[in-house]
């Protein structure tokens, strides 16, 4: 197949200092000892392992990540004990427990999976996720209170609460006890909790700080096991059979995809194992969204990021809030089909509104400069699709990006996200401290924050100052990094499928980049919205089909429309199965290219 592999003689990979994008190409990972000894599948994936930092020791562990080789003892983690010796109480005694969760995907799938936990141990929960646009973010002090009021002797906050000070302080008044398992910064001081779990507790081990990357359904599913660990010292199941933690990693899967955690060490193995179980389509609320999703395969790592989430999203983002949660607890087939419809309907009028927002926002950083963090703030804006504009602006401009919708009350909700080497959350939480914001925290990766209209231009300049040098630094470090270099034949399904042997790809473990050439263009054309699609073909007349996803209007779009037919180039990007037509093949989803001569 001359697939060539990372060597320690190639500096640039195919010579390419700079593209057409203007980017060195390199190797991904260090240069080693590896060499051209021809295709084999187990000497590729080693090499993708590799490169994303595992040592040749653990090559077998990470092959197959598993449960039980990454899974830590619950009880490192601060407050984890008490937790769970709180809910094995609650479990005994029958009380009536409420799962307060957040509006979004991590949010819904760790509150889906206590409940559905709590249910297999006897109780009989609630839900409890708050309206976006009503109450906002987190828990708020008059819905924790009413829900006391309701008869609840112990709320669990899932995917927030981190930063509840005053809502905490009003729930402990109320006399009802409040657990707080959640993964986003902290502060030095720490709202009052009875129990409050976060590897991002400044205070945490050593060893619970290293699983800082896990969603909050990762640490609802370690709470999920100290506590069958309890009830199991306690004789619970002398005379009933235990729950199959297992069975909830669909759960898992998804809410830590669909939150964008790192897909290192325990994440990997909570999407490994989790797509098995989704495969089975135990899970009447999944099934139900897979199928409403048009997906007749078993799903895959994209579908959970790009397919699913998105759909349990709608709900939170444009809908009801609690429709997620609704979903994957029910174990009715009907009512799981009628909220799969409703979400599916749901998400379709969030691509339209998300689409009018993202116009605004794009005109407004053309406008702005080039600042270090891309602010923009706009009213009438929903505050639904803000997230997902900041992602769009980020991957559009290479820097971090801030969406603020303001309202008719000159209050802004304002959502970040990143890039790597960013720390994006603590420097919201460093604004706050400063008294520039009414609300903010986050992670490194992504944060939200609620600011006055007349405070946006002092946040700006307050993260230029804070973040110039660190995206400066990521910026000045860019370059495209490619883990192969292959002939244009080398585009093949037998490819792909070597290249899954090193997945699941995704945050923090990026999917395999490849460059083949040299090639010429035999077509060039644009399709859809903006997407310029390919076909190029080397000197032995093998052809590569290609598509740059939203790329036609910018420079690598105009030199490819523009670019005789005789001229050679490199075309480097991810390769992908083509599932039209009835004979399997590849195709290259394009990020770049170089001319060869």
């Not at 000070?165 to 398992?181: I, K």
């Not at 406008?367 to 602010?375: D, E, P, S, W, Y």
């Not at 997230?387 to 769009?392: C, E, M, N, T």
């Amino acid at each position: 197949m001359n697939l060539h592999l990372p060597a320690s003689d190639f500096v640039h990979p195919c010579g390419v200092s700079r593209s057409i994008l203007g980017q060195p190409w390199g190797w991904r990972g260090a240069v080693g000892d590896v060499t051209d000894a021809g295709f084999v599948p187990d000497d590729l994936v080693d090499q993708l392992l590799m490169a994303r930092g595992i040592v040749r020791e653990e090559l077998e562990r990470h092959r197959a990540p598993t449960i039980r080789g990454f899974m830590p003892d619950p009880s490192i983690f601060q407050d984890m004990d008490k937790a769970a010796e709180r809910l094995a109480d609650a479990v005994a005694a029958r009380e009536p427990v409420t799962i307060f969760g957040d509006y979004d995907v991590d949010g819904a799938t760790s509150a889906a999976l206590l409940i559905r936990l709590l249910r297999a141990l006897g109780c009989d929960p609630k839900a409890y996720i708050p309206d976006r646009l009503m109450e906002g973010y987190g828990p708020s002090g008059e819905a924790l209170v009413r829900i006391a009021e309701g008869g609840a002797t112990l709320i669990v906050t899932v995917d927030c609460g981190a930063q509840a000070f005053e809502a905490l302080d009003m729930a402990r008044a109320a006399g009802v006890d409040v657990v707080v398992v959640d993964h986003h910064k902290c502060a030095a001081a720490l709202p009052a909790a009875l129990a409050l779990v976060n590897p991002n507790r400044l205070d945490e081990s050593e060893e619970g700080a290293a699983h800082g990357h896990l969603a909050a359904v990762g640490m609802a599913f370690l709470l999920g096991a100290a506590l069958v660990r309890v009830l199991r010292r306690r004789g619970f199941f002398a005379n009933r059979e235990e729950p199959r933690l297992v069975d909830l990693l669909d759960i898992v899967a998804l809410g830590t995809v669909a939150d964008v955690a790192q897909l290192r060490s325990l994440n990997r193995a909570f999407v490994t194992q989790g797509l098995k179980v989704m495969a089975a389509r135990r899970n009447i609320g999944l099934a139900a969204l897979i199928e409403a999703s048009r997906l007749t395969r078993d799903p895959t790592c994209t579908d959970l990021g790009w397919a699913l989430g998105p759909r349990i999203n709608a709900g939170g983002r444009v809908g009801k809030s609690d429709l997620g949660v609704r979903l994957l607890t029910t174990d009715d087939a009907e009512e799981a089909r009628a909220i799969a419809a409703e979400l599916e309907r749901l998400n379709e009028e969030r691509r339209a509104i998300e689409m009018l927002v993202a116009e605004a926002a794009e005109a407004l950083c053309a406008a702005q400069g080039n600042r270090a963090v891309a602010l923009v703030a706009g009213e009438g804006w929903h505050p639904g699709v803000i997230g997902i504009v900041a992602g769009r602006l980020k991957e559009k401009l290479g820097r971090p990006a801030i969406v603020v919708a303001l309202g008719e009350d000159g209050i802004g909700k304002g959502s970040g996200r990143s890039i790597s080497g960013v720390d994006l959350g603590a420097a919201v939480l460093a604004a706050k401290d400063s008294g520039l914001l009414i609300a903010g925290g986050g992670h490194a990766m992504a944060a939200g924050l609620t600011v006055a209209k007349d405070r946006i231009d002092a946040l700006a300049d307050f993260l230029d100052e804070r973040l110039a040098g660190a995206v400066a630094a990521g910026r000045d470090g860019r370059a495209l990094m490619l883990d192969a270099v292959l002939a244009p034949g080398g585009v093949c399904p037998d490819l792909c499928d070597a290249l899954d042997g090193g997945g699941p790809y995704g945050a923090g473990w990026p999917a395999p980049r490849v460059a083949a050439g040299p090639v010429r263009i035999v077509k060039a054309d644009v399709v859809g919205q903006n997407h310029l699609r390919l076909i190029v073909a080397g000197d032995d007349g093998r052809r590569i089909k290609a598509i740059a996803f939203r790329m036609a209007e910018g420079a690598l779009g105009e030199a490819l429309l523009a670019a005789p037919g005789h001229r050679k180039l490199w075309v480097a990007g991810r390769i992908k199965r083509d599932e039209w037509g009835d004979r399997p093949s590849a195709e290259m989803h394009l990020e770049d290219a170089a001319w060869a001569d």
